[in-house]
């Protein structure tokens, strides 16, 4: 059955027959194109991963399972992986959050921690809930004095389909600006509305990351407006929060490293990634377990096919990604020698909308061996590259080592409406879209591991020009990551 319908979805999707098919590096990029398209166990490990094991949030027994279950599914498809260790700096986990307005009206609000959030006092924490607006510089110079000891409620956009990916940056955006403010008015906790309506919630990263230490709270958007409406109409509510972590120092988490050694240069390494870990709300199955499941596939097809990349090609399913994107950091400390054999690292992200083509992170020489290596999938395009830095997933700090890589990017379909939140389970993912992204995803990874040519690594100075010339430094402060920088935490030496 595959067989037959082999040729005629090659034919259908990707419009055109391969050029140059007796060239062995062509002819084996189309089987392998073949093989993922085929009727292969990508679905079911993914449900095997969402469903089966669930969320699992960095320091859980739910991603200790999934570190497993990673391991195990590589061998069994006979690629050889490694378990790699790294240092998480905090243990963080919500236990339980529960909220309840008080006052001129009296209602429970379902509530959501954002991460490294501290804990109340077992009896809650109570204090007055005051509207903080938008959360401007006006709104609380409005606020003056009412902000201090109280709980401030920011008003939030709503982040939909098609706000997307900009809505979504702009979220995090407004956040990185907001808490400091709040917190130097001298509020005792921050809580922004759902920007996501019917009561969904989600654990929205804080822009302070792990050196947070206030209570910091998602609300439920229809809580969260009652309760604006009724300060708005000139009443005076309470809030109260009880918040449980169960919190640490640092501990190791583990990257699972997958490996297919290379025919005749070896020590060259191709390095393309999805993080296998996720927040606790939801199972994890549009971020980023799709990109997981299909990464492993073409491990597994390229091992079964018996295919010979020229260069070594290793699968990374990064963890500690949702905490601050450790996992790939701690790769880039303890490969520090092997960096500049790195040919190029990619980092698969956005959710199973189609691949619109990459983001080349102000190393714009990759795009022409980009364009070169999509050309046999050029039907299921069009692809159109950027040439942005972008920060938020496992290529910062690839870049910030100065290694070529990139992000695929894709449209948005329903990845920012939800992002993070209890609604990102199996069912939200585009099956036959996922498939036809790792034909996609296949002529990248086999285009850069035979190539000869490679994109040399950039210096310190050049990392440092893409920072002042682009918007990453901009990024790098509103998801958190400046000080690492600064400190030298981060970064090629
Ligand atoms: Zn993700």
Redesign the pocket.
């Known amino acids: 059955m595959y067989k037959f319908l082999l040729g005629i979805v090659l034919f259908a999707l990707l419009g055109t027959p391969l050029a140059n098919a007796n060239d062995p590096v062509t002819s084996d990029l189309e089987r392998l194109i073949g093989a993922v398209l085929g009727d292969t166990p990508m679905i079911d490990d993914l449900k095997s991963l969402t469903d089966g094991i669930g969320g699992r949030a960095t320091g859980s027994e739910a991603n200790l399972r999934a570190v497993e279950w990673g391991l195990e599914r590589f061998e069994s498809a006979g690629v050889l992986a490694n378990k790699e260790a790294f240092t998480m700096p905090r243990a963080w986990l919500e236990v339980s959050a529960t909220g309840s307005v008080s006052g001129i009206a009296t209602f429970p609000v379902a509530v959501a921690t954002r991460p490294f959030s501290t804990a109340t006092p077992d009896g809650g924490l109570a204090a007055p809930l005051v509207d903080a607006g938008f959360g401007t510089g006006q709104d609380f110079a409005r606020l003056g004095e009412a902000a201090l000891g109280a709980w401030v409620l920011i008003e939030t956009p709503v982040l939909d389909d098609e706000a997307g990916l900009a809505g979504l940056f702009q979220e995090y955006g407004d956040a990185a600006v907001i808490e400091p403010r709040a917190i130097g008015a001298g509020a005792v906790g921050i809580i922004f509305m759902s920007s996501r309506p019917k009561g969904l919630l989600y654990r929205h990263n804080a822009a302070l990351g792990v050196a947070n230490i206030h209570p910091q709270l998602t609300m439920e958007r229809e809580g969260a407006k009652r309760a604006l409406r009724l300060l708005r109409g000139g009443g005076a509510l309470n809030f109260t929060a009880r918040i449980q972590i169960s919190g640490g120092g640092s501990y190791q988490a583990y990257n699972v490293i997958g490996e297919i050694p290379g025919s005749t240069r070896a020590d060259e390494i191709v390095i393309f990634g999805a993080?296998l870990d996720?927040h606790d709300m939801g199972t994890g199955a549009l971020?980023?377990g799709a990109n997981v499941a299909m990464l492993i596939d073409i491990a597994r097809q390229i091992t079964r096919l018996g295919l010979k990349p020229k260069r070594t090609i290793r699968f990374a399913l990064w963890n500690g990604?949702?905490m601050g994107i450790m996992g790939s950091l701690g790769y880039t400390r303890s490969h520090r020698d092997e960096l500049d054999n790195h040919i190029v690292a990619a980092a698969f992200?956005?959710g199973t909308g189609r691949i619109t083509g990459f983001f080349t992170n102000g190393m714009a020489a990759l795009i022409p061996p980009v364009e070169r290596y999509l050309i046999p999938v050029a039907g299921l395009g069009p692809f159109v590259h950027v040439n942005a830095p972008i920060v938020?997933?496992d290529n910062l700090d690839f870049m910030l080592e100065g290694v070529p890589n990139l992000v695929a990017n894709q449209e948005d379909a329903n990845y920012a409406s939800n992002y993070h939140a209890s609604s990102d389970t199996f069912d939200k993912v585009d099956q036959s879209q996922l498939r036809l992204n790792a034909a996609v995803a296949a002529a990248i990874i086999w285009g850069f591991a035979n190539d000869e040519g490679r994109v040399p690594r950039q210096s310190r100075a050049e990392v440092e020009a893409l920072i002042e010339n682009t918007a990453l430094g901009q990024q790098l402060r509103n998801m958190g990551f400046w000080n690492d920088w600064e400190e030298g935490a981060r970064g090629r030496q």
């Open positions: 993080h996720s971020d980023n990604e949702e992200d956005i938020g997933t």
